[in-house]
């Protein structure tokens, strides 16, 4: 992140994407390399269902999508602080889906749950960055809550985009899980499973 302006990173959950993320854009914000903190995710449900409309405006009923972005930002300002950077517009957490002609100058820039996020809509958000900018991709490409019919854009950029000068392309592993040791063992599992159910 320090190193590179664009960063596409894969790994399964608890490696501390979100987290680091999140943490190194605050502290680019606090020491004034930043003026703006923005961070998106694609509205996608981890279901099959639709829980269908929300009520209120825009923000009320794109609330409950981010909010683990949200409690990420809390945990590290706190809820008075979080609120006033966001009034302050330092902060901005809008949903990807609404971030067509911005253009983000001196911004620290996190995309989160990449992989369900379409092609269109990663190239969508790379071109968002504006002059001294950063841009941080996270996602985890086995976990897709995309309709089968979709298939997510994180891989093939990751692909397109790895080797080449000034940006990274990293990919965590489940020795880098830093949630409850079940965590990694469950995921050990899963694989195991999925190889016996589908022998190539």
Do not use: W
């Not at 490696?15 to 694609?42: F, M, N, Q, W």
């Not at 995309?111 to 969508?124: M, P």
Request: aromatic share 8%; glycine share 8%.
């Amino acid at each position: 992140i320090i190193e590179t302006d664009l960063i596409l990173c894969n790994g399964p959950a608890g490696c501390g994407k979100t987290a680091c993320a999140v943490g190194i854009g605050i502290e680019y914000l606090h020491s004034g390399k930043v003026d703006k903190l923005v961070i998106t995710r694609p509205i996608v449900e981890a279901s099959h269902k639709s829980i269908g409309a929300l009520p209120g405006n825009v923000r009320e009923k794109v609330g409950p999508y981010l909010f683990p972005l949200y409690e990420e930002l809390e945990g590290y300002l706190g809820k008075l602080r979080l609120e006033k950077y966001i009034y302050e517009d330092k902060i901005d957490i809008c949903p990807l889906e609404l971030m067509r002609a911005r253009t983000f100058n001196n911004s620290f820039l996190i995309l989160d749950e990449a992989q369900n996020a379409l092609f269109s809509q990663i190239e969508l958000f790379i071109t968002r960055l504006g002059n001294g900018s950063k841009a941080i991709i996270n996602g985890d490409i086995k976990q897709t809550d995309l309709p089968l019919r979709l298939s997510g854009g994180l891989k093939e950029f990751m692909s397109i985009l790895n080797g080449y000068n000034d940006i990274s392309v990293v990919n965590l592993d489940k020795i880098d899980i830093q949630r409850h040791p079940l965590v990694s063992k469950v995921l050990d599992m899963v694989d195991a499973y999925e190889q016996y159910s589908n022998p190539r």
